[in-house]
């Protein structure tokens, strides 16, 4: 397949994560309550860290910063937007992109707030419990979308979270649209779809061709429990739509109909984190290299059973080279012989 000079742009808030094992004693000494994320300023998180007896892994992340990250290291040509400090972080998150091949000519600077960090801590039952302070990527504004930003780029994959800034996303969608290029939404969270119901439905189908959600995100806007009726209302809306239900695997929708792909065995879950976000970059790595709509869930699924079985969203030099042996050799299956 023939690619344009950058063929996937991510947009998103650029994170640093750092991701530590912790038991639930030591949460119970923390405000808030187990599972989920919840904001906090940055003196704040700085006192976690320093909390913290093991040393954390430290790694790239953020919600559509994994999914390029995931591509760009499959070798498609990717760039990112987002907002990031003029800080030692902001120079880390940067040159990691750059070393898996990414353009970083895209990324926005804050002179005044830091680079976005996320602190994970997971318990031994594999539940992530964060504290993010959004930082410099909460600086991230329509004014800072130029009109060559989307040039070269085939596709745009936008991260939910960009719904709590209506602006912003509009923004975005539309610049994208302007440039032809199809794009990409990962809803998120369930709050986001709750906080974004008055105009979720419009924005779907004027602006997204393909929308990711999990099975709560789905129930969220459709209001009914069962997955496969998430899946026909977002399908409804979107020409791709894909709704991940965690060991039960994932429905999906296209033009030519549902199909439902299980979820890939992994012998010992370890970190969740970045499940979601790397099934969408083994989705789109074969939905945008032609591959069908059965295809391109067992690709996303093959990434979410590497990720869950590391710690972190970053993975190490060898697993890339099982995920890429491993999706060459699914994609040249037969569909009755697949995951």
């Not at 639930?24 to 906090?40: N, W």
């Not at 970053?314 to 299956?333: F, H, M, N, Q, Y």
Request: a negative charge.
């Amino acid at each position: 397949m023939k690619y344009k000079t950058v063929q996937v742009i991510g947009v998103g808030s650029p994170v640093v994560d750092f991701v530590v094992e912790t038991d639930d004693e030591f949460l119970a000494t923390l405000p808030g309550q187990k599972g989920g994320m919840e904001l906090v300023d940055s003196p704040t998180l700085k006192a976690l860290l320093k909390s913290i007896k093991d040393t954390p892994v430290k790694a790239p992340g953020g919600s559509a910063g994994n999914t390029t990250f995931a591509l760009a290291r499959m070798g498609v040509p990717c760039g990112f937007m987002g907002k990031v400090g003029r800080d030692e972080n902001g120079d880390y998150y940067k040159t990691l992109f750059k070393e898996v091949g990414g353009d970083v000519s895209r990324f926005k600077t804050d002179g005044a707030d830091p680079t976005a960090c996320c602190v994970s801590l997971v318990t031994p039952d594999s539940e992530r419990t964060m504290r993010t302070d959004l930082g410099a990527a909460m600086g991230f504004s329509p004014a800072d979308i130029g009109a060559d930003d989307f040039k070269g780029c085939r596709h745009v994959h936008v991260e939910g979270y960009l719904l709590f800034n209506r602006e912003l996303l509009f923004a975005v969608l539309k610049a994208a649209r302007a440039s032809d290029c199809t794009v990409s939404l990962d809803l998120g969270s369930f709050e986001v779809v709750e906080a974004a119901k008055d105009i979720l439905p419009d924005i779907l189908k004027e602006y997204v061709d393909i929308v990711f959600a999990n099975e709560e995100e789905a129930a969220a806007f459709s209001g009914g429990k069962d997955p496969e009726t998430g899946l026909a209302a977002l399908g409804h809306l979107c020409r791709v739509a894909a709704v991940k239900v965690g060991r039960d695997g994932a429905y999906l929708k296209d033009e030519n109909g549902t199909t439902h792909v299980p979820a890939m065995v992994v012998d010992k879950v370890i970190d969740t984190t970045g499940a979601g976000d790397y099934w969408a970059a083994g989705f789109l790595f074969a939905h945008l290299n032609g591959y069908s709509l059965t295809k391109s869930g067992c690709v996303g699924a093959l990434f979410g059973k590497h990720v869950i079985g590391c710690m972190g969203a970053d993975l190490p030099a060898d697993v890339w080279g099982d995920i890429i042996a491993e999706t060459t050799l699914l994609l040249s299956k037969k569909e009755e012989t697949l995951c």
